[in-house]
């Protein structure tokens, strides 16, 4: 290597005697040794890189979450999900969803419906899907997709088995709660930096 190749000496001359640091600017340079002149140069280009490293870095100290979904709530296509273990009318799995920032799940695609399906276990689920006035709509206020097929003569929706279905909205079932993940939330906040992270 470099330190092989050069004595020790060359590459860090001794001093005939000590300078204090106070003498230092004061000394008449000697010369400039090429091989400290190119580390110099290095480590002012990584002081550089630092810099500008460090100039970025407050953008993304802004970031209030070190998890994109809090612990044991599962996360998929940009959402955060929770299965409850006890049961409940529908109401109740609206409340005790919105008591933890969620509302009862809404499902916008075939695949998140089939990732629900396969992680919600043999249990009926409650979701926030109800028949309104001009059928079926979720929670939000959105129209259920027409891809999507509803069984049963109920008002309220929940998950079985294999697909959507509906009951009567006061029988008792599991809930799944769903919302935004946090980057998802921090890009809204970017976009509207008014709004907080719980919006």
């Known amino acids: 290597m470099w330190h092989q190749l050069l004595p020790w ?19 008449k340079p000697q010369g400039i ?6 580390f110099g140069a290095a480590h002012v280009s990584d002081s550089a890189f630092c810099v500008s490293v460090l100039s970025v870095r407050p953008q993304f100290s802004e970031l209030e979450f070190s998890h994109v979904c809090p612990d044991t709530w599962p996360g998929f296509q940009g959402k ?31 695949e998140e419906l089939a990732f629900l399906l396969r992680y919600k276990g043999e249990a009926n689920h409650w979701i926030g899907l109800g028949m309104g006035d001009n059928g079926w709509e979720w929670i939000n206020g959105t129209a259920l997709n027409g891809s999507f097929e509803v069984r049963g003569g109920g008002p309220c929706g929940y998950l079985n088995q294999g697909r959507i279905s509906s009951s009567l909205c006061h029988t008792e079932k599991n809930w799944i709660c769903s919302r935004p993940d946090n980057f998802v939330l921090w890009e809204g906040k970017l976009r509207d930096p008014k709004a907080g992270l719980s919006a």
């Not at 000496?9 to 000394?27: A, D, N, T």
């Not at 529908?90 to 809404?106: F, I, N, Q, V």
Request: net charge positive; aromatic share 8%; charged share 20%.
């Open 33 to 38: 040794n090429p091989i400290l002149l190119l």
């Open 80 to 110: 955060c999900y929770h299965f409850s273990e006890a049961e409940g009318n529908w109401t109740t799995g609206r409340a005790r969803c919105e008591a933890l920032g969620a509302s009862l799940a809404t499902i916008s695609t075939r």
């Open 9 to 27: 000496s060359h590459l860090f001359p001794r001093e005939s005697s000590p300078v204090s640091s106070s003498s230092c600017w004061k000394k």
